[in-house]
């Protein structure tokens, strides 16, 4: 269930109890109303049609009576429990643990010691008188029989260290160091930051899937048991970026964003209208990003990009630019930003002593050539370049004169369209890239 569902209905296993009892008689009803009804098309009569009625229609009651009790366990406090999916090693020991109880079940009771009733009660001559003799004697008919033997105890113990072993091994667990997911999010860009108990997403949004944020997402997000983002960063208002982010907040009951963080521009910008009026609603805090701004995050997250918040007619021009620093690790998230963008991008960043070579590239506009210019490469250096897109994208993404400028460089590109979600996970001092779910 946690494998694919990431939840734990908290009242499932007591409702099983009161509706599984009812399917005999729901598959009675549903075979003896195709049986009357079949009969009614060869004999058209009054009784055989009011029977089958009758059959279908407690059908129906049953099936309305299993939809309003689940509806009603739902709405109940702590109704489902979020763990997340545990990894295949976990699930396969915790079914160890499981057999394991069975086990310790199916060996034979032993007892041990020897009775305690009928046995004189100890005298200390004189001390005790004849009644407290009488009512030491009736507390230990209270007592046990026999004590248990050392190995019914060991059993239990071995018993309850399985059993809690058993849900420590359902927790969800927590990345250790930073965690950059990057979504395969099909043609836009998504990314999931978490780092010593804090989440953060950068865009999340798809143009090629119009139900991405109900069908990936919140899925995604339930998945790793985050049921918080503390901010949530949109880089420009393009649909390929946003639209995760717009269903969370006008949809999702079970997914909350504290905080969005939207680029300077943005605050006259009648295009962030509907996302805006959406976090007010859902109680969310707005911020706006220009350059010299700093995030609140473990990691060090500097916006050098946009410059103030003058208008500008060109959405992805709009886009953020923000290097994170975890330790000696450096990433430069870049949107769609095109060309003069990074040009403007670099100078803040000479201005501010924060120009430095970095180990991952997020390639601005998923691989446009009119993007990733060669003055950003050969002035950041970076080791990967992080390429997200769709494939077989009507735009061409990544273009060949990108691929061409990075193969140059010997920048190895990252592609979400070859290896669908990909994970950068850092200490600090080093750095490791993973696509668990290569397309191959």
């Known amino acids: 269930m946690l494998w694919h569902f990431f939840q734990f209905p908290l009242y499932g296993a007591a409702l099983n109890l009161f509706l599984l009892p009812l399917l005999p008689y729901l598959l009675g009803s549903i075979l003896l109303s195709l049986l009357f009804y079949s009969l009614v098309l060869l004999l058209p009569l009054p009784p055989l049609s009011f029977l089958a009625s009758v059959f279908s229609g407690s059908g129906c009651f049953i099936l309305f009576l299993w939809r309003k009790l689940c509806r009603l366990s739902l709405s109940l406090p702590f109704s489902l429990i979020t763990l997340g999916r545990p ?3 976990r699930i396969l020991l915790a079914y160890l643990l499981l057999f394991f109880l069975g086990f ?9 010691g020897k009775g305690r009733r009928g046995k004189a009660p100890f005298r200390f001559g004189s001390v005790f008188s004849i009644r407290s003799i009488r ?5 230990s008919s209270l007592l046990p029989a026999s004590l248990p033997s050392p190995r019914a105890a060991l059993r239990k113990l071995l018993s309850l260290l399985s059993l809690l072993f058993f849900f420590l091994l359902l927790l969800p ?7 950059i997911s990057a979504i395969d999010v099909g043609q836009g860009d998504g990314f999931l930051l978490e780092c010593k108990g804090k989440v953060m997403s950068v865009d999340c949004g798809s143009s090629s899937n119009e139900r991405f944020g109900e069908r990936v997402l919140e899925p995604f997000l339930l998945s790793k048991a985050v049921l918080t983002i503390d901010t949530a960063l949109i880089t420009h208002c393009d ?17 909350r964003i504290r905080e969005l963080i939207l680029p300077a521009p943005a605050e006259e910008d009648p295009r962030y209208g509907i996302l805006k009026r959406l976090a007010v609603r859902r109680g969310c805090r707005i911020r706006y990003l220009k350059n010299g701004d700093m995030l609140a995050f473990p ?5 050098c990009y946009p410059e103030n918040n003058e208008p500008i007619e060109e959405a992805n021009s709009h886009s953020i630019g923000m290097l994170l620093a975890y330790g000696n690790f450096r990433m430069l998230f870049t949107g769609d930003m095109p060309e003069e ?43 990967y370049a992080l390429l997200s897109y769709g494939r077989g994208n009507r735009y061409g993404h990544p273009h060949r004169e990108t691929l061409s400028r990075l193969e140059e460089r010997d920048i190895l590109p990252l592609k979400t369209g070859e290896l669908g979600e990909i994970q950068i996970q850092s200490d600090g ?9 290569a397309k191959g």
């Open 173 to 179: 667990e927590r990345p250790k160091g930073l965690l």
């Open 341 to 383: 963008a990074e040009k403007k991008l670099l100078k803040n960043l000479r201005a501010a002593g924060a120009l430095c070579d970095i180990d991952i590239l997020k390639a601005a506009h998923h691989g446009s050539k009119y993007s990733s210019s060669e003055e950003l490469l050969d002035s950041l250096h970076p080791e």
């Open 104 to 112: 310790l079940r199916s060996l034979p009771e032993k007892s041990g």
């Open 135 to 139: 009512s030491i004697r009736s507390l």
């Open 299 to 303: 990691s060090s997250l500097r916006c």
């Open 429 to 437: 001092k080093r750095f490791h890239i993973l696509a668990p779910f």
């Open 87 to 89: 990894r295949a090693e």
């Open 239 to 255: 649909r390929d970026h946003l639209s995760g982010i717009e269903y969370l907040l006008s949809k999702s009951t079970q997914i």
